[in-house]
Nanobody, 116 residues
Framework: QVQLVESGGGLVQAGGSLRLSCAASGNIFSINDMGWFRQAPGKQRELVAVIRRGDSTNYADSVKGRFTIARDNAKNTVYLQMNSLKPEDTAVYYC??????????WGQGTQVTVSS
């Protein structure tokens, strides 16, 4: 079993920055694709950024140029650096890990609130 624990959320003014962390522990045989999702009130969960085993990355159009996903394999940790934050970035952010080709493991979520 894999456990994912997010940290780093909080309240920030528009234009500010936050860095989210997601530490993975448990029965990890290899570093799989990992990603960050977010869910705003009344909206569906959306994929924000993904980093694959070869460290290639993809981003949602809404965060390109502002967010950066990175991983530290030695620490089994993935990060999401969020710059130039906007009120529309307000959401609960979730870390997830792929297993068996599916987004299988999920963290508990961390709240990010951006005030205008």
């Amino acid at each position: 079993q894999v456990q994912l624990v997010e940290s780093g959320g909080g309240l920030v003014q528009a234009g500010g920055s936050l860095r989210l962390s997601c530490a993975a522990s448990g029965n990890i045989f290899s570093i799989n694709d990992m990603g960050w999702f977010r869910q705003a009130p009344g909206k569906q969960r959306e994929l924000v950024a993904v980093i694959r085993r070869g460290d290639s990355t993809n981003y949602a159009d809404s965060v390109k140029g502002r967010f950066t996903i990175a991983r530290d394999n030695a620490k089994n940790t993935v990060y999401l650096q969020m710059n130039s934050l906007k009120p529309e970035d307000t959401a609960v952010y979730y870390c997830s890990m792929v297993a068996g080709g599916l987004w299988t493991y999920w963290g508990q979520g961390t709240q990010v609130t951006v005030s205008s």
